[in-house]
């Protein structure tokens, strides 16, 4: 397709898919004359990924070129390579705020996360450790929960939620419309439109299950004060 039909389907502007072009987080076209290039289904699917780690992801550029080029090696090599675009836009999206700790208690938290990580690895679920995006996000919650609800709680206590989430993994690509789909380990593969599914899907099904989580939490609280009845689970 011509650049006109792929700012149409896209609905990205020329001097936007120019600079992003020049920036490198868009391949340039296949050329085609003087001042002509060709564009193919690729160049749409990464406009779509960018679009959606700008817009519904919130990301900056600085983090969508990191993952850009992490699809890159990807596209080019195969899964051979240790890039990992979707782990690298999760852990931009997840990453806890910076916090002003004091040196016990940022001792307190590195000790907390060598104990979730290890934690993590144990799961009979999980792969390389070092692709946890999620250790200090999971270790930097547990430390506010001792510090401001349950000052004893165990890392062990953790058993219970990543039981449950293994679960709702299963019945989310169970029930997943068309299927889940996955970026394939193989060479060449054109990873970039899965990819956006699996953000997306991880962003926006968060904030779908943490919305009904407190509505379910605050429905329970007021039944129990109430005296009303409580529905049991199914």
């Known amino acids: 397709m011509r650049l006109a039909e792929l700012m149409r389907r896209s609905g990205v502007p020329r001097s936007t898919i120019k600079f992003y072009i020049r920036s490198g987080l868009l391949p340039a076209g296949e050329p085609q004359g003087r001042n002509q290039a060709s564009y193919g289904p690729r160049h749409l699917e990464r406009l779509e990924l960018i679009r959606a780690l700008r817009e519904v992801a919130g990301l900056p550029l600085d983090v969508i ?3 850009a080029e992490q699809l890159d090696q990807t596209f080019e090599r195969g899964w051979e390579t240790d890039a990992d ?9 997840y990453a806890p705020p910076k916090r002003r700790l004091g040196r016990e208690e940022r001792a307190e938290l590195e000790k907390l996360r060598t104990e979730v990580r290890s934690f993590v690895a144990g799961l009979p679920w999980t792969t390389d450790e070092e692709g946890h995006y999620s250790v200090d996000e999971i270790a930097d919650a547990l430390f506010q929960v001792r510090r401001y609800l ?28 068309g299927g889940a789909r996955v970026p394939l380990r193989a060479r060449g593969d054109d990873v970039a439109e899965p990819t956006r599914r699996a953000i997306l899907g991880t962003v926006l099904f968060d904030r779908i299950f943490g919305a009904l989580r407190r509505c379910a939490n605050a429905m329970r609280s007021i039944r129990i004060s109430e005296g009303l009845d409580v529905p049991p689970a199914e």
Request: no cysteine; charged share 20%.
């Open 150 to 177: 349950y000052p004893e709680l165990p890392v062990s206590a953790l058993a219970f939620y990543a039981r449950e989430a293994w679960r709702l993994s299963e019945l989310e690509y169970a029930n997943a419309p």
């Open 85 to 93: 675009p979707i782990g690298e836009a999760l852990r931009a999206i």
């Open 65 to 67: 070129t990191r993952v």
